[in-house]
């Protein structure tokens, strides 16, 4: 049984007031955000959630930008598309740091990508950053020469996603990067399936990051779940693939065979961050919460693959790495 889509939608709200949090308190820059949140809304979150947040950050902009910084000039030879985008503001940043990809495709319901437009032609700044655009689908989409915000429901991949994807100047002949940020726990396991099919058949090369909750089964775990289904939330795609192996085996056999690799949010903190950042973020803000980060952050993980249809694979596809 999957959530219903307004509870999901909601997610979004929770992920951008907490992701705001960490900024304001200086996790990591972005200046973007603060546009998409509403004063009252603001909030700051308990620590464990912040350092949550900035782990998550900054393990998937390391991935990105290992992607576009693997090519000499990734706006001629690099895509990515984000499934499940909300009010994520990775184009905004990139661009601003002069990485951005050929084109950048985000996507989400119709709900979320009209309020995500609107905030985004209000900014001067965003909509500087933008470039050459129109609004389409009465407002609920924005189609430009390097960015696009496209509307739909995921779970119809092939007979709504896909058209739109050809529909803005999605190139499958560019090495394209598929970024779902706790997007695939709340679908069905097939239609997930159904995103990789097409993107192996469909796509020369690509690499697919996801990040996930695992580890449902555990004490922690299950309370966990039941917090969540408290609130109507529903993970089918946590009990399909509920642990670090089952995550790169859904890539392998999904014909993602190339890299596979499944880190839990626990070592992409305390292995893969440089002592030194480790230090920047331990002066944030007093933490006192390490029983219950560890359990937390041992439930969450990045996992990432590739695949590709050339004779040889690309070398970035081996250099992908936290």
Known sequence: MASDKVTVQGTNEDATVARLSAINLGYFKDPFTTAFVKMRSAQRKPPIINRGTYTRFSAIQKLVTSFLRSSPNPALD?????????????????????????????????????????????????????????????????????????????????????????????????????????????????????????????????????????????????????????????????????SLECQKKRFFDGGYVLNATAVTMLDQYEIHTPPEERHRVSKVEMFDEVEEWQLMASHYCIAWACQSRDSLPHDWMSKLSL
């Open 78 to 242: 690099r895509q990515i598309i984000c499934l499940g985008a909300g009010f994520d503001t990775r184009f905004f940043m990139l661009k601003v740091e002069n990485i951005q990809p050929k084109l950048h495709i985000d996507i989400d319901f119709p709900e979320v990508t009209s309020r995500k437009a609107q905030i985004m032609k209000k900014n001067k700044e965003m909509t500087g950053l933008l470039g050459n655009h129109v609004l389409a689908a009465g407002g609920s989409e924005i189609h430009g020469d390097e960015y696009c915000l496209i509307s739909g429901d995921l779970t119809q991949w092939n007979s709504e996603i896909v058209p739109k994807l050809m529909n803005v100047g999605f190139d499958p002949s560019v090495p394209t990067l598929i970024l779902a940020e706790l997007v695939y726990v709340y679908m069905p396991p097939e239609s997930v399936q159904d995103i990789l099919a097409w993107s192996v058949s469909a796509v020369t090369s690509s690499v697919m990051i996801n990040y996930d909750q695992i580890n449902p089964h555990d004490s922690f775990g299950k309370m966990m779940m039941d917090n969540l289904k408290m609130r109507n939330i529903m993970l089918p795609g946590l009990l399909a693939y509920p």
